[in-house]
């Protein structure tokens, strides 16, 4: 790292935060903290996460200067929204337009799911089987699961968990989604 590099990752900062002069001060103070020893890096790492939640691009900046083994890891994180919920609800609904059992199947899978707390293994698991020949559109399916599924993963699955109906999963907005559209 250069000082040049230096001095425009503090004018990305200075530029994000041009209208929260507290968060640009507050990354200064910080700065001049660790160089007078006052705090030691674990303490940086820790706030530079917190000030910068909002803006990954600058945490993943701001590791370029810190040693490879104090490095940030952003979380990846599905990003579903109700369009693509909605997107895939037709999608099943036209691909089975002439099978309408296959799609009254599905939405009653998702309705027990909302119902009865079904695990995402158990939900998984029907859905296969109603999708047997439709792989494209089970791949699809798995985008809805939570992050962390044992299922979205496609690892050894361990013991499922139980889905609460308060779970803030993409599952649960395409079960939601399914109950507020009346489909």
């Given at each position: 790292m250069t000082t040049k590099d230096a001095l425009n990752y503090l004018t990305k900062v200075r530029q994000i935060?041009?209208?929260?002069?507290?968060?640009?001060?507050?990354?200064?103070?910080?700065?001049?903290?660790?160089?007078?020893?006052?705090?030691?890096?674990?303490?940086?790492?820790?706030?530079?996460?917190?000030?910068?939640?909002?803006?990954?691009?600058?945490?993943?900046?701001?590791?370029?200067?810190?040693?490879?083994?104090?490095?940030?890891?952003?979380?990846?994180?599905?990003?579903?929204?109700?369009?693509?919920?909605?997107?895939?609800?037709?999608?099943?609904?036209?691909?089975?337009?002439?099978?309408?059992?296959?799609?009254?199947?599905?939405?009653?899978?998702?309705?027990?799911?909302?119902?009865?707390n079904n695990t995402i293994k158990d939900i998984y698991r029907e859905v296969a089987v109603l999708f047997e020949?439709?792989?494209?559109?089970?791949?699809?399916?798995?985008?809805?699961?939570?992050?962390?599924?044992?299922?979205?993963?496609?690892?050894?699955?361990?013991?499922?968990?139980?889905?609460?109906?308060?779970?803030?999963?993409?599952?649960?907005?395409?079960?939601?989604?399914?109950?507020?559209?009346?489909?």
């Amino acid at each position: 790292m250069t000082t040049k590099d230096a001095l425009n990752y503090l004018t990305k900062v200075r530029q994000i935060f041009q209208y929260q002069e507290g968060k640009y001060a507050e990354f200064l103070t910080l700065m001049k903290d660790f160089k007078n020893g006052r705090i030691d890096t674990n303490a940086v790492v820790e706030r530079v996460k917190e000030l910068f939640k909002e803006h990954p691009d600058l945490i993943l900046g701001f590791n370029s200067f810190l040693p490879p083994k104090y490095e940030i890891k952003l979380a990846k994180k599905k990003n579903v929204e109700f369009e693509d919920a909605m997107k895939f609800v037709n999608k099943i609904k036209n691909r089975f337009q002439h099978e309408v059992h296959v799609y009254n199947s599905f939405l009653a899978i998702l309705n027990n799911y909302r119902k009865d707390n079904n695990t995402i293994k158990d939900i998984y698991r029907e859905v296969a089987v109603l999708f047997e020949n439709h792989l494209d559109l089970l791949d699809e399916f798995t985008q809805f699961l939570p992050a962390d599924s044992p299922v979205a993963r496609r690892q050894h699955t361990p013991p499922a968990k139980v889905v609460h109906q308060d779970d803030d999963s993409e599952i649960s907005l395409l079960a939601r989604l399914l109950s507020q559209t009346g489909l």
